[in-house]
């Protein structure tokens, strides 16, 4: 289930081609999942007989994925038009260099 909480957002944001966004908003949901794996490689058993710390850490991990990738979800759909993707570019001219930046992420 959790999963799905880190691929929601990656899928959401590729639809417009932000996929630099939706790695950002699937990133959370993502490290919980690796943190949920760690806790239960620690205790298996930790969702029937863990103690109540483990129990409290497995649930907290579960909501910060879901709400991460909630968050990510609801972005990519009250995105509207952005300026696409975020673009760095050097920036030469005569007597003159600088870096140009255009985009949001």
């Given at each position: 289930?959790?999963?799905?909480?880190?691929?929601?957002?990656?899928?959401?944001?590729?639809?417009?081609?932000?996929?630099?966004?939706?790695?950002?908003?699937?990133?959370?949901?993502?490290?919980?999942?690796?943190?949920?794996?760690?806790?239960?490689?620690?205790?298996?058993?930790?969702?029937?007989?863990?103690?109540?710390?483990?129990?409290?850490?497995?649930?907290?991990?579960?909501?910060?994925?879901?709400?991460?990738?909630?968050?990510?979800?609801?972005?990519?759909?009250?995105?509207?038009?952005?300026?696409?993707?975020?673009?760095?570019?050097?920036?030469?001219?005569?007597?003159?260099?600088?870096?140009?930046m255009r985009?949001?992420?």
């Open positions: 289930m959790e999963s799905g909480f880190a691929l929601g957002p990656v899928a959401a944001h590729a639809v417009g081609g932000e996929w630099v966004r939706g790695v950002v908003f699937g990133a959370p949901p993502a490290a919980a999942i690796g943190a949920t794996a760690a806790l239960f490689q620690y205790n298996p058993g930790t969702i029937n007989s863990g103690t109540l710390v483990e129990q409290r850490w497995l649930w907290s991990f579960f909501c910060v994925g879901l709400l991460t990738g909630l968050a990510g979800v609801v972005d990519a759909a009250l995105a509207g038009e952005r300026t696409g993707m975020p673009a760095i570019a050097l920036d030469i001219d005569k007597g003159r260099v600088g870096v140009d985009g949001s992420l």
